[in-house]
Nanobody
Framework: QVQLVESGGDSVQAGGSLRLSCAAS????????MAWFRQAPGQEREGLAG????????YQGASVKGRFTISHDNGNDVLFLQMNNLKPEDTAMYYC??????????????????????WGQGTHVTVSA
């Protein structure tokens, strides 16, 4: 059974940085996509960035490009989201998600939450002005 556990959420001031982590377990092979999403109160869940474990290929959403970077520690199966120059509008619950797919490509569909099977409980980020 795949399990995802996020950590690293905190309260920071605008302009600060945080690194979120997502520890994964239970992967049967390397044919998994992992991604970061966030959801602010009253808003829809937003896909931020995705990564294909087998190749390391990444896809980044336009809203956070240049500020957020997704990466993966292949040896320990930990997904990271480095967040720089944080803004108050980045305040949200941040989720890690995963799905197994052998013949998928990494593109904008990587950030569609409906495609993901496994979800973590989330970690909260608050950015104050």
């Amino acid at each position: 059974q795949v399990q995802l556990v996020e950590s690293g959420g905190d309260s920071v001031q605008a302009g600060g940085s945080l690194r979120l982590s997502c520890a994964a377990s239970g992967f049967s092979d390397r044919y998994y996509y992992m991604a970061w999403f966030r959801q602010a109160p009253g808003q829809e869940r937003e896909g931020l960035a995705g990564l294909y474990i087998r190749t390391g290929a990444t896809y980044q959403g336009a809203s956070v490009k240049g500020r957020f970077t997704i990466s993966h520690d292949n040896g320990n199966d930990v997904l990271f989201l480095q967040m720089n120059n944080l803004k108050p509008e980045d305040t949200a619950m941040y989720y890690c998600a995963a799905r197994r797919c052998i013949f998928c490509v990494i593109d904008s569909g990587t950030l569609m939450d409906g495609r993901y099977t496994y979800w973590g409980q989330g970690t909260h980020v608050t950015v104050s002005a």
